[in-house]
């Protein structure tokens, strides 16, 4: 069994920065990929970003350039970055994990649906 506990959300201007951690209950290294989504009022919950256990990483459009997602094993904590926020940007964060095996160092999920453990989620609020 894994927990995540998000942290670092709140409340920022538009044009500023958070850092979003996510911190597992086990070592990091075995889980194969974490996740940060993102749902905001009245709409789905949407991919952030992803990293493998390798650090391969994916980011969705809006969020390239702009975010940087990354994993510290030692601390077992993996990270968003966000910088030049916007207000649409607004949204209840969470992360997720998968866990697989061993062996998929590189593997990210495609689908949502492929991640067994998920955080409580951090507001994120950005103001005009």
């Known amino acids: 069994q894994v927990q995540l506990v998000e942290s670092g959300g709140g409340l920022v201007q538009a044009g500023g920065s958070l850092r979003l951690s996510c911190t597992a209950s086990?070592?990091?290294?075995?889980?194969?990929?974490i996740g940060w989504y993102r749902q905001a009022p009245g709409k789905q919950r949407e991919l952030v970003a992803a990293?493998?256990?390798?650090?391969?990483?994916n980011y969705v459009v809006y969020g390239k350039g702009r975010f940087t997602i990354s994993r510290d094993n030692a601390k077992r904590t993996a990270y968003l970055q966000m910088n030049s926020l916007k207000t649409e940007d607004t949204a209840v964060y969470y992360c997720a994990a998968v866990t697989l095996d061993s062996s998929r160092n590189f593997y990210i999920p495609k689908s949502e649906t492929a991640y067994n453990y998920w955080g409580q989620g951090t507001q994120v609020t950005v103001s005009s």
């Open positions: 086990v070592i990091t290294f075995s889980i194969n990929a």
């Open positions: 990293i493998s256990r390798g650090g391969t990483t």
